[in-house]
C-alpha cells in the first residue's frame, strides 16, 4: 500500500509535467531550428529555468546531498562552480548568442565549423558531445533508480520502472523538442525547490530544532568533515580549486547549454540571466543541510550508497505520502534534464555528422533524423546506466573532464584573430588521450590537482604550439555583426 501512494504520486506528478509540455507545442511546426533551438525566442523566465534545469538535476537532488554525507567538505566545489560559470558566461555568452544569429548556428559544433572553417573539426566536437553526454543522461537513470526503488518500498522492480519512465520522457522529447523541454522546466523547478526546501530546512529542524542544529551535531561527531584537506590531500584544498576552474570553465560548453544560448531571444536576456542564476545556488547549500541530517541520523553508508542518503530517511521517517512528492520532485529533477540532453546528443549527430555529410539533404530530413537519434541516444544510455556502477558525482566528473576540452576553442572562437582549426583539433585529441590513459591507468589527483584540468592544460600548449608552427592555409572569416 505504502508503495502504490508514493508511486501513484510520482507517475500522476510525470504524466502531468509532461502533459504541459506537449501544450506548448502544440500546432507548432518543427523544422530543425524550432525542434533543436525554440525558434530563437525564448524569453528571460524560460531560460533561466532552461540553463538552470542543466544544473539543478538529480544530480543536485542527490549527488550533492551524498558528497555532503561521504566525504564532506569537498561538496563545497559542487557550491561554487556554477556561480564561476555564470560569471564566465556574462561576458561569453552574448557574443556566442550574436554569431549564432547572424550565422544561423543550430548546434555547438557549428560554431566550430563556421570560426574554423573545418566540417571536420565539427565532426570531431559533435562526437565528443555525444560520447560525454552519455554518462550525463546516465547520472539521470542513476538518480531516478534510487528514487524509484526507494518510493517502491522494494515492492517493484526499479530497473522496469526506471526503463518505463526514462523512454516516455524520450517519446516526449521526440515529440516536443526543446520548447516543450523548456516549459515543463516550470513544473519541474517548482516541484524541485519545494523538494529541497523540505530535504534542507525541514529536515534539520524535525531531527535537530534547525540547520545550524545539524552542523553543530556534525562537528561535534565529526570534527573535520566541514574542513578541508591540504593541499595534496585527496579531494583536498587543492582538488577544489582546480575541479572548481575545470567545471566552471566547461559549464557552457556542454551542448545543451550552447543550445540554450542560441534559443535565447537577444543578448540582454543572457546578461540578466547570467545576474540572477547565482541566487539558484541557495538550492545547493539546503541540499548539503539534507545530506549533514542524513549522516547524523542514518549513518554508515559507503560509497554510491551515500547518494541515497537523505531519501532513506525521509522513507524512514516520514509517511508514504511525503516520500511521493519528495521522490516525484526527484524524478522531473532526473527526467526533464534528460530531455535537454538527449536532445542536444542528438542533435549534434544529426546536423554535424548526418546533416553537414549530405546524409539528410533537406530540413524535413534533418528533423526526422534528429528524433530518430533521440531513441538512439536514450538506448545507448539507458546500456552504458546497466553497466556503470559509480556515484552520481563520479558521472558528472566524466563527462566534465571530456566537455571542458572545447573550452580553448570556444574562447578563442569569438575574437578576430583565431588558430588553425588543426590546432584546436590537436588540442582537444591531445586532452582526450591523457584522459584516457587517466582512467585505465586509474590516475589519482596529480599533487591534488584535477586530472580534468592537467589535460585541458596539456590541450593549451598543444594547441598554441601547432598555432604558432603551422602555416594558415585560408583566409579566416570575419566576425559576425548583430
Not at 509540455?21 to 518543427?30: N, Q
Not at 545550524?212 to 593541499?231: C, K, S, Y
Not at 554510491?304 to 525521509?314: E, I, K, N, T
Not at 534534464?337 to 555528422?353: D, E, F, R, T, Y
Request: charged share 10%; aromatic share 12%; net charge positive.
Amino acid at each position: 500500500m505504502n508503495a502504490t501512494i508514493a508511486l501513484g504520486i510520482v507517475a500522476v506528478v510525470v504524466v502531468a509535467t509532461i502533459a504541459l509540455g506537449l501544450s506548448a507545442v502544440r500546432g507548432v511546426k518543427m523544422d530543425p531550428q524550432e525542434f533543436i533551438v525554440g525558434g530563437r525566442r525564448i524569453g528571460a523566465f524560460l531560460l533561466w529555468l532552461l540553463l538552470a534545469g542543466e544544473i539543478y538535476t538529480t544530480f543536485t537532488f542527490l549527488g550533492a546531498a551524498g558528497w555532503a554525507y561521504t566525504r564532506g567538505a569537498p561538496a563545497y566545489y559542487i557550491l561554487c562552480y556554477g556561480t564561476v560559470a555564470y560569471a564566465i558566461s556574462f561576458f561569453l555568452a552574448p557574443p556566442i548568442h550574436r554569431l549564432a544569429r547572424s550565422r544561423g548556428y543550430l548546434t555547438g559544433p557549428d560554431f566550430f565549423v563556421d570560426r574554423y572553417g573545418s566540417k571536420l573539426l565539427g565532426a570531431l566536437v559533435a562526437l565528443l558531445g555525444f560520447l560525454m553526454l552519455v554518462p550525463y543522461v546516465t547520472l539521470q537513470l542513476t538518480g531516478l533508480q534510487i528514487l524509484l526503488q526507494i518510493a517502491g518500498y522494494g515492492a517493484f522492480n526499479s530497473l522496469a520502472a526506471v526503463g518505463i519512465g526514462f523512454f516516455v520522457v524520450a517519446i516526449f522529447t521526440y515529440v516536443a523538442g526543446l520548447r516543450g523541454t523548456a516549459f515543463a522546466s516550470v513544473a519541474k523547478d517548482l516541484l524541485v525547490l519545494l523538494g529541497v526546501l523540505f530535504a534542507g530546512v525541514l529536515l534539520p529542524i524535525h531531527f535537530f530544532g534547525s540547520p545550524a542544529g545539524a552542523l553543530d551535531h556534525v562537528i561535534a561527531d565529526h570534527p573535520n568533515w566541514l574542513t578541508l584537506a591540504g593541499p595534496t590531500a585527496p579531494n583536498g584544498i587543492t582538488w577544489v580549486i582546480t575541479t572548481t576552474i575545470l567545471t566552471g570553465c566547461g559549464f557552457f560548453m556542454w551542448p545543451q547549454s550552447m543550445a540554450a544560448i542560441y534559443s535565447a531571444r537577444s543578448e540582454d536576456t543572457l546578461r540578466r540571466n547570467a545576474v540572477f542564476l547565482p541566487f539558484y545556488q541557495v538550492m545547493l547549500l539546503l541540499v548539503f543541510f539534507a545530506g549533514f541530517t542524513a549522516l547524523e541520523v542514518l549513518p554508515g553508508l559507503k560509497g554510491p550508497a551515500g547518494d541515497q542518503s537523505f531519501m532513506l530517511v525521509v522513507a524512514k521517517y516520514y509517511s508514504p505520502w511525503v516520500v511521493g512528492f519528495v521522490a516525484a520532485a526527484g524524478t522531473l529533477a532526473a527526467l526533464i534534464p534528460a530531455s535537454g540532453q538527449l536532445l542536444a546528443a542528438a542533435s549534434i549527430v544529426g546536423k554535424n555528422v548526418f546533416a553537414d555529410y549530405g546524409v539528410t539533404p533537406d530540413a524535413a530530413a534533418q528533423t526526422r533524423m534528429t528524433r530518430i537519434l533521440v531513441l538512439v541516444v536514450a538506448l545507448l544510455a539507458f546500456g552504458f546506466w546497466a553497466l556503470a556502477k559509480t556515484s552520481l558525482v563520479g558521472l558528472l566528473l566524466i563527462g566534465y573532464n571530456g566537455i571542458a576540452q572545447l573550452v580553448p576553442g570556444v574562447v578563442l572562437g569569438v575574437t578576430a584573430r583565431r588558430p588553425q582549426a588543426v590546432a584546436v583539433g590537436g588540442g582537444i585529441v591531445t586532452g582526450l588521450i591523457l584522459l584516457i590513459y587517466f582512467a585505465a591507468a586509474g590516475t589519482p589527483p596529480i599533487l591534488g590537482v584535477n586530472t580534468g584540468l592537467i589535460a585541458l592544460a596539456a590541450n593549451i600548449v598543444v594547441m598554441a604550439l601547432l598555432w604558432a608552427v603551422l602555416p594558415r592555409t585560408a583566409p579566416e572569416p570575419a566576425p559576425a555583426t548583430a
